[in-house]
């Protein structure tokens, strides 16, 4: 009997005070002693609250049950087919399934390989994510199945399909299916089956978009003999920045006979790509903080490239705080620093003028070197430097230690100069060189593909924006009559555990492993020793996670 009573009056008992009041009427002591003046009106209540309700133990297991499977089967529930034409807009399923998150629009690519320009077009202002310190959203649903809300095609062709839970895209030349929403740092996952017969599709990753253009990064599914699938390629701008050349483990991830599944994790300016849960690409680039997801179909003929299981995972946000620039230039100095948070040691001059850091020096004062050092020490960090050169020999210090004797400093410095080896990494009481431009060139690129590495270096070197095309004859033109006339510049400087890696004007210069550099240390800015030396620094900046 209380088995059958505890069974029975559980759910009811859970359910709104009237019951509960009710049943407390007729306990024991307020009726006498005699068990059915309790038991009988007790049983009598429950009985009322079952037949109100509706509900039993197994009533109740059964909806708990229902429910899950409902929202179990959203996905592989078979929704009619839905085609969406590159302008009409298509209207969403209704589906139990939660709300899709609102990707970025869709971009296609022209079939032409030339370059685009990063500022062609101004994307639209991303969502805000989520601030460092609150709660991180869980993953959701970027794809529900059933509709292609939140997504759009921003090309005018390419056919978009959603069958049987999938998104399929059926074209005749290459287009991506994209987001309507930005998104800033986060970690996607995705499914893709390629279809037999020639091949060729990807993820893209912070992807801007253009009326009939998409550019950006990009992780490959690539089936060829080659088999780069989860390299990163740079679409529509620099091409292959990771190929898989010799990477073996990396190149046996994919398998072009069944679905893969790719994990795409962008924070900051560091991209990781796992195909099937094997690391495929990892690598640092400054470009894209934000941007939008996409689906791509490269262009074959009647071939239909098939996406699932699309989530993303919002991470918060970077961005890039200074250090000095015009803005802090009108502040006051604190004793004994020539900028806030920076003091000089050494030869040399460090002047702010304009908003302008400059830095002189000459040959004929026989000075020795001198540096502009942070009072704070840093660990891992990644710093920008916006500059222009005319004479001299600069570079940008990291994990360095000031010294009492000359050169005044010990550690690793990123070359700043007009010289070939501008971006190179050289250890100052170390090793020496460590680390030249292009170090990486051999032995990650395949001979094919090493000439376009260089042209985007030539350009770099030059001070081109990535949408410039190469100045003919560069090697005849004339330097400079003074230092207004150069060109502004940008050095970015990433330090990650014993890794460093450097760029030029958004072209990766060097990418090194130093197994003896320090674990923290100051930056410095430097004025070589004996020379004639300027150099203006219009900005000073580090990226940090947003608050």
């Given at each position: 009997?209380?088995?059958?009573?505890?069974?029975?009056?559980?759910?009811?008992?859970?359910?709104?005070?009237?019951?509960?009041?009710?049943?407390?009427?007729?306990?024991?002591?307020?009726?006498?002693?005699?068990?059915?003046?309790?038991?009988?009106?007790?049983?009598?209540?429950?009985?009322?609250?079952?037949?109100?309700?509706?509900?039993?133990?197994?009533?109740?297991?059964?909806?708990?049950?229902?429910?899950?499977?409902?929202?179990?089967?959203?996905?592989?529930?078979?929704?009619?087919?839905?085609?969406?034409?590159?302008?009409?807009?298509?209207?969403?399923?209704?589906?139990?399934?939660?709300?899709?998150?609102?990707?970025?629009?869709?971009?296609?690519?022209?079939?032409?390989?030339?370059?685009?320009?990063?500022?062609?077009?101004?994307?639209?202002?991303?969502?805000?994510?989520?601030?460092?310190?609150?709660?991180?959203?869980?993953?959701?649903?970027?794809?529900?199945?059933?509709?292609?809300?939140?997504?759009?095609?921003?090309?005018?062709?390419?056919?978009?399909e959603v069958v049987e839970g999938e998104i399929h895209l059926t074209a005749d030349k290459k287009f991506f299916l994209m987001t309507?929403?930005?998104?800033?740092?986060?970690?996607?996952?995705?499914?893709?089956?390629?279809?037999?017969?020639?091949?060729?599709?990807?993820?893209?990753?912070?992807?801007?978009?253009?009326?009939?253009?998409?550019?950006?990064?990009?992780?490959?599914?690539?089936?060829?003999?080659?088999?780069?699938?989860?390299?990163?390629?740079?679409?529509?701008?620099?091409?292959?920045?990771?190929?898989?050349?010799?990477?073996?483990?990396?190149?046996?991830?994919?398998?072009?006979?069944?679905?893969?599944?790719?994990?795409?994790?962008?924070?900051?300016?560091?991209?990781?790509?796992?195909?099937?849960?094997?690391?495929?690409?990892?690598?640092?680039?400054?470009?894209?903080?934000?941007?939008?997801?996409?689906?791509?179909?490269?262009?074959?003929?009647?071939?239909?490239?098939?996406?699932?299981?699309?989530?993303?995972?919002?991470?918060?946000?970077?961005?890039?705080?200074?250090?000095?620039?015009?803005?802090?230039?009108?502040?006051?100095?604190?004793?004994?620093?020539?900028?806030?948070?920076?003091?000089?040691?050494?030869?040399?001059?460090?002047?702010?003028?304009?908003?302008?850091?400059?830095?002189?020096?000459?040959?004929?004062?026989?000075?020795?070197?001198?540096?502009?050092?942070?009072?704070?020490?840093?660990?891992?960090?990644?710093?920008?430097?916006?500059?222009?050169?005319?004479?001299?020999?600069?570079?940008?210090?990291?994990?360095?230690?000031?010294?009492?004797?000359?050169?005044?400093?010990?550690?690793?410095?990123?070359?700043?100069?007009?010289?070939?080896?501008?971006?190179?990494?050289?250890?100052?009481?170390?090793?020496?060189?460590?680390?030249?431009?292009?170090?990486?060139?051999?032995?990650?690129?395949?001979?094919?593909?090493?000439?376009?590495?260089?042209?985007?270096?030539?350009?770099?070197?030059?001070?081109?924006?990535?949408?410039?095309?190469?100045?003919p004859d560069a090697s005849d033109a004339k330097e400079p009559a003074s230092i207004e006339e150069a060109p502004w510049q940008t050095?970015?400087?990433?330090?990650?555990?014993?890794?460093?890696?450097?760029?030029?004007?958004?072209?990766?210069?060097?990418?090194?492993?130093?197994?003896?550099?320090?674990?923290?240390?100051?930056?410095?800015?430097?004025?070589?020793?004996?020379?004639?030396?300027?150099?203006?620094?219009?900005?000073i900046e580090i990226l940090q996670p947003a608050k």
């Open positions: 009997m209380n088995t059958l009573l505890s069974r029975v009056a559980t759910p009811v008992l859970a359910r709104p005070m009237s019951l509960r009041a009710a049943t407390r009427a007729v306990e024991p002591g307020r009726h006498g002693n005699d068990w059915r003046s309790s038991v009988i009106p007790t049983l009598a209540w429950i009985c009322f609250g079952i037949l109100t309700l509706g509900l039993t133990p197994v009533a109740m297991a059964e909806v708990d049950a229902a429910a899950v499977a409902k929202a179990s089967d959203a996905v592989a529930a078979k929704p009619a087919a839905v085609v969406v034409t590159p302008v009409a807009e298509t209207t969403a399923a209704e589906s139990p399934a939660p709300k899709a998150a609102a990707p970025e629009e869709a971009a296609t690519e022209t079939p032409s390989e030339e370059m685009a320009s990063a500022d062609a077009a101004e994307s639209p202002k991303p969502t805000e994510a989520p601030a460092v310190g609150k709660s991180p959203a869980k993953a959701r649903l970027l794809f529900d199945g059933k509709s292609l809300a939140g997504w759009t095609n921003p090309y005018e062709w390419g056919t978009v309507e929403q930005e998104f800033y740092d986060y970690e996607f996952e995705g499914e893709v089956k390629l279809p037999e017969g020639v091949s060729n599709s990807g993820f893209m990753a912070r992807g801007q978009v253009e009326p009939n253009n998409v550019f950006g990064y990009q992780a490959e599914a690539d089936p060829t003999d080659r088999r780069w699938s989860g390299g990163l390629y740079d679409e529509r701008r620099r091409q292959w920045l990771n190929p898989l050349w010799k990477a073996s483990e990396a190149q046996d991830a994919f398998d072009r006979n069944r679905w893969n599944r790719y994990r795409i994790r962008c924070v900051g300016h560091h991209l990781q790509f796992f195909v099937n849960d094997v690391p495929t690409t990892d690598y640092f680039d400054p470009v894209d903080l934000h941007g939008r997801i996409g689906i791509q179909h490269h262009g074959e003929k009647g071939q239909t490239y098939r996406f699932r299981n699309m989530t993303v995972k919002e991470l918060g946000r970077h961005e890039w705080k200074p250090l000095f620039n015009s803005d802090i230039a009108k502040q006051e100095v604190p004793e004994g620093e020539v900028i806030p948070g920076f003091r000089s040691v050494g030869g040399g001059a460090w002047t702010v003028v304009d908003g302008i850091l400059q830095g002189r020096a000459s040959s004929e004062a026989n000075e020795p070197n001198g540096l502009l050092y942070s009072t704070k020490q840093y660990t891992d960090g990644t710093y920008r430097i916006v500059y222009r050169f005319h004479k001299g020999d600069s570079g940008l210090f990291v994990r360095s230690a000031i010294t009492d004797s000359k050169p005044f400093i010990k550690g690793v410095q990123c070359e700043v100069d007009g010289s070939d080896q501008v971006g190179g990494l050289y250890q100052t009481g170390g090793k020496g060189w460590v680390a030249q431009p292009l170090n990486y060139l051999e032995a990650n690129f395949p001979p094919d593909r090493r000439d376009v590495v260089r042209k985007n270096w030539e350009k770099a070197r030059q001070g081109l924006s990535l949408g410039d095309k190469l100045k050095m970015v400087v990433n330090v990650k555990g014993k890794r460093v890696v450097t760029h030029l004007n958004n072209c990766l210069a060097a990418d090194c492993v130093i197994d003896d550099l320090a674990d923290s240390g100051v930056i410095a800015l430097q004025l070589h020793g004996n020379q004639d030396m300027e150099i203006d620094f219009k900005s």
